[in-house]
């Protein structure tokens, strides 16, 4: 399970140079926490050069997913030679073997492009799962729920520390400063989003979501709209105004109507501004929310009628 407020493993314990002395508590013991990649190579080795460098790299990026241990068969020879007769192929350099839960895993030798590491390693964080950051954002959600704001965001903003790539976390963490009323804050946390999740659902959900608040402060009165509808049905401004207004007081089935109403009249009103502002709402609620899989219904049987 995630703990709060705890720091990331600092480089120095990710990548090591391992010994006889040492290996079972680098490689065996610790390989219990995390996956251990056991790197076998030799100063003479061209291709150790190469691959070495970019071995360190994918580690470090995992950010405490995975650890290194270096060993140099040349000096470490009555190792190398007590793990060939367990069964390790160490006949040629570089050899490189993963351990996990005491044990190997996986290997590959010789050198391989920078993409077929990332592969590598991505199959041995595959093995112990998330490290609790699906329970955390679960935690987070709940007290979101409970309107919990400020706490929910610590917890979010705790496991983007872990994994800045966590598009849930990340967008929990703008939908927290949403509900705390400051959405420029919000709005800026989803810019510094990652290229890899900028785009992801739980993102564009709160940009949906940073929209409609910005269009609730700006709503008219209630009353007012409502009767302007009812005193001129034909009154499609009024109409998108009245939506507007409902949606900002917690009204959304009712504003999903309106605008349904109001896209059936004349869909090309104002550059079809009804279904935009539909598909706003539907992608600032939840996907199985029933208000936004009946509403997505209606409007397409709409279209395509």
Request: hydrophobic fraction near 50%; glycine fraction near 8%; proline fraction near 5%.
């Amino acid at each position: 399970m995630l703990e709060l407020g705890q720091g990331q493993t600092a480089a120095t314990d990710l990548i090591k140079d391992g010994t006889e002395a040492t290996f079972m508590a680098d490689v065996i013991e610790g390989s219990r926490e995390v996956p251990v990649i056991v790197d076998f190579w030799a100063t003479w080795c061209g291709p150790c050069k190469t691959l070495g460098p970019m071995l360190e790299a994918a580690v470090t990026a995992a950010k405490g997913k995975v650890r290194m241990v270096k060993i140099d068969v040349d000096r470490e020879q009555r190792l190398a030679g007590a793990l060939a007769q367990q069964g390790l192929p160490l006949q040629s350099i570089p050899t490189v073997v993963a351990f996990f839960d005491g044990r190997p895993v996986d290997m590959f030798q010789g050198a391989i492009p920078q993409s077929q590491i990332r592969d590598f390693i991505d199959r041995l964080t595959a093995l112990t799962g998330d490290g609790g950051l699906a329970e955390a954002v679960e935690a987070a959600e709940q007290m979101l729920a409970e309107g919990a704001a400020l706490e929910a965001a610590q917890v979010f903003a705790g496991i983007l520390g872990e994994d800045p790539e966590h598009a849930g976390a990340m967008g929990g963490l703008a939908r927290a400063h949403v509900a705390m009323g400051e959405l420029d804050k919000a709005e800026g946390i989803l810019n510094t989003a990652p290229a890899k999740i900028a785009t992801a659902p739980e993102l564009e959900a709160v940009r949906a979501q940073i929209a409609l608040a910005r269009q609730a402060a700006k709503a008219g009165p209630l009353a007012d709209l409502q009767a302007a509808v009812e005193a001129d049905p034909g009154n499609h401004q009024a109409r998108f105004d009245y939506a507007l207004a409902l949606h900002a007081s917690g009204q959304v089935q009712e504003a999903v109507d309106e605008l349904l109403d109001l896209f059936r009249r004349d869909r090309e009103w104002n550059n079809a501004a009804a279904k935009t502002q539909l598909f706003t709402i539907f992608d600032a609620l939840k996907p199985q929310d029933p208000i936004a899989l009946a509403g997505r219904r209606r409007l397409s049987s709409m279209i395509f009628a």
